[in-house]
């Protein structure tokens, strides 16, 4: 009942962000910080309930994140862009076999340089794949993508060079420093109490603690979130809007559309064979089963659930299409079919994503607004 | 002479929407193209636009030839079109599509451009009233004023306008062509396409008559207007 009143727009006060922005600086900053911390914790934490029983809090923690990177990178294409993208897994797939291929299969190189190098290798096929294929539009893209997406897998399964079906293990670690270990929260006694002998250490990649991977990736979400926001409220995120809106009238406002297409394709690129990269650094083992069809569909769910355009949205997305089907993992197979059904409910009741973009928003209050308006002349 | 299309022919697939057209804009001038639907009016204005690709003939603007320079690089020269159907930035607050307007401009942080909004503002005081609020939201007319002045805050040498009265009631239509002549006096040259030929006429300097892709007639706007064949065909019998 309370949740239905402040969803209508007329009831609710200042919404979340306005309250946010309305806040001094410097307690902005420390709300901020104290959050940043407070997730660097998450795992240590072991906070009753949100803690995963059957697998590794730490762990799951760090497959969430990497869902936030993938959604955050085909937020950009989706959202901002409007390009339907049904393969995305396609450039995950490219970011992690680059970096198995030059540091373990084929090459001894460091991972500090294999990481780049997988952005570039996951850029350059966004923009292969791009150039011919971002001409045509709608429905058409998401077959191409769709193709990708399988083209790549099938590739990894044919080619012995790649390691065929078996895979590349042994993929080395991140370079660790070992400085200090970091305590975690014990609540088996009922109440929190600090547990000295379960500690993870700071910065140890090792092979079965997962919690200084989770860190890296915090710290990579971090660092693509702030890229997104100087990249969304430039003149490049407002030719996107154009683009997404209506291709022939920001052509003719003089935005290159095409280009704008390509740029996003080969950022959200990038973003996903970073998210790939990290997701082989951390299994330490690949193979082409780990980047099915289903995966691109999960991404792409994620980022419809969470909300298309808002960044904030699709982190929320992120976190329920990666973090539910773990946290139920005792529900063994119905967990699948309760959260298929979950998306259904969304989708028919809140089709707009949980947190769908301001802009969508307003427009929709607007036109609500607009609708009384009519109403009101139409009686006098 | 600020445009000058020669020759021109399209074909959408093995369709040819419009054959050999041949038409001029002289620089201050209104110039109409009339025609039913399918004439190829809208067709020949894309193609002006840079929109549509051209299969033979020339697009001359300004001394430059445009034939087959990407839309997106037309602005720059002085092209502006608002387009048919309005094809306004839904999700953008009004003011946003008129800052999109100015995408194209090197002098975009300029003053002028402030000047350009407040003479935009002048002509559509509606758009003033409602420059917070959601295009998308705002009634047909509002939608067509918008992309009008959207199209302006370009600062255009050559205005298209496709269609602006479609869709719209007889009063705003009259205010619409009330606008149009307005723009024009102030000094931006407009090539215009229209159904609503009766008052299409009456606002041009002169005009073109399309039939199924070629232009039959053309003349100034009162010697179209007094024609009794294009009466007939156009302005149902009486004006």
Known sequence: MSTAATARPQDSGPGFRERVDNLPTAAKILLWALFAVFLFLLPLLNIPFITTEGSDFGGVLFTVATYVLVALGLNIVVGYAGLLDLGYVGFYAIGAYTVGVLSAEHGKLSWVVVVPLAIVA???????LGAPTLRVRGDYLAIVTLGFGEIVRLTLVNLEYLGGAQGISNIPKPPGLELFEVPSIDWSSGAPVVDLDTTSTFLKFGINDFVPYYWLALVVIGL???????????????AWEAT????????????????????????????????????????GFINPQSFELLLSILFLAAVVVGGAGNRWGVIVGAIVVSYFPERFR????????VFGLALMLLAIFRPQGLLPPRRTVRAKRADDRQAVLEEGEASV | MLLKVNGLCVNYGRIEAIRDISFTVEEGEIVTLIGANGAGKTTTMKTVSGLRPVRAGTVVFDGQDITHLPSHERPVLGISQSPEGRGCFVGMTVMENLEMGTYARPDRKSKAVKDDLARVFELFPRLKERSNQA????????????AMGRALMAKPKLLLL?????????????????????????????????????????????????????????GTGKELANDPSVKAAYLGGDV
């Open chain 1, 224 to 238: 693509v979130l702030l890229f997104d926001i100087l990249v969304k409220d430039s003149r490049v995120g407002r």
């Open chain 2, 135 to 146: 295009a998308g939201s705002m009634s047909g007319g509002e939608q067509q004023m918008l």
């Open chain 1, 244 to 283: 997404r809106e209506d291709e022939d009238a920001a052509e003719l406002m003089g935005v290159p559309t095409f280009r704008f297409k390509l740029l996003a394709f080969a950022l959200g690129a990038a973003i996903g064979g970073l998210s790939g990269a990290l997701f082989a650094t951390k299994s």
């Open chain 1, 122 to 128: 996951a850029m350059i096929s966004g923009v292969i």
């Open chain 1, 330 to 337: 005792e529900f063994a197979d119905f967990r699948v079919l």
């Open chain 2, 162 to 218: 496709d269609e602006p009265s479609m869709g719209l009631a007889p009063k705003l239509i009259q205010q619409i062509f009330d606008i149009v002549t307005e723009i024009n006096s102030q000094g931006t040259t407009v090539l215009l396409v229209e159904q609503n030929a009766a008052q299409a006429l009456k606002r041009s300097h002169r005009a073109y008559i399309l039939e199924t892709g070629e232009i039959v007639r053309e």
